[in-house]
């Protein structure tokens, strides 16, 4: 959904706020949400700020912060 001209968002909570506000602008009154990877992140997020839009939530390739093995992830690339 970007265009060479789309403004990012530029932190996690633009994120969260950002995909609550896409799903309550396309009208759903509930999703099922997946999230992999940041996308995960970011969909725990959303599920704890608007339980109410989540009704299924499945998360692949994340983790927890602070969780076993978190520490060796390394920063993205070009970061």
Not at 48 to 75: C, E, W
Request: glycine content about 16%; some cysteine.
């Amino acid at each position: 959904m970007t265009t060479a001209a789309s403004v990012l968002p530029e932190s996690q909570p633009c994120l969260i706020g950002d995909t609550i506000a896409l799903i309550r602008a396309m009208g759903f009154n509930q999703v099922d949400l997946l999230g992999f990877s940041l996308g995960g992140f970011v969909a725990q997020d959303v599920a704890l700020k608007a339980p109410d839009l989540v009704r299924r939530l499945i998360l692949t390739g994340t983790g927890p912060a602070g969780g076993q093995g978190i520490d060796r992830v390394g920063p993205c690339p070009g970061h």
